[in-house]
């Protein structure tokens, strides 16, 4: 099951995709956790999401956790696909429950209350495709899942008796 869920090839297209995705990701993700780039913590996220959202706090957790952690996941390319699919579920949250009311486009004009699903949309197809082929080059699943003649464990050479 695990080898199933970390296979990747060495695909450099891919590891550069999961990487940028990753970064958006981790950075939107540092805001709600941690304040970084002007955002207002866990505490105040949480009190937004549960308090003016009416989200639910396991619900208000996850998706937290979803940006952070699977913005980290995306960044190593530690359980990929996992990675993906959190931030693939809070990307089809975030449009179902707040931006589709926006329509497609971004606020960039400032003329909206709020912001479209453009963003979502390809974020969502980013994870998805994530989801389907993995981590790609440079990443932890992929020095993982390699065939053992290329792994760590085949450098090692075993003690003489």
């Known amino acids: 099951m695990i080898r199933k869920l970390i296979a990747t090839d060495d695909d450099t297209a891919i590891t550069v995709l999961r990487l940028v995705l990753g970064i958006v990701f981790f ?3 540092a805001q709600k956790m ?3 780039f002007g955002g207002y913590g866990f505490t105040g996220t949480m009190g937004f999401f ?3 959202m009416h989200i639910p706090a396991v619900f208000a957790f996850l998706a937290i956790a979803a940006e952070f952690l699977g913005g980290l996941g995306l960044l190593v390319g530690l359980f990929t696909r996992v990675a993906a699919f959190g931030i693939f ?3 089809l949250v975030a449009v179902a429950m707040v931006h589709h009311q926006f329509g497609f486009f971004m606020n960039w004009a400032g003329t909206q209350k709020g912001e479209g699903f453009e963003f979502h949309l ?3 197809a980013m994870t998805a495709f994530l989801m389907i082929r993995g981590a790609g080059a440079a990443s932890v699943d992929r020095l993982l899942s390699s065939p053992a003649k ?3 464990r085949s ?3 075993p003690l003489a008796a």
């Open 155 to 157: 450098q090692v050479r």
């Open 89 to 91: 579920c809070n990307m």
């Open 122 to 124: 390809l974020a969502l």
């Open 34 to 36: 941690l304040g970084w």
């Open 27 to 29: 950075a939107h993700g």
């Open 50 to 52: 549960t308090g003016m």
């Open 150 to 152: 290329n792994s760590i």
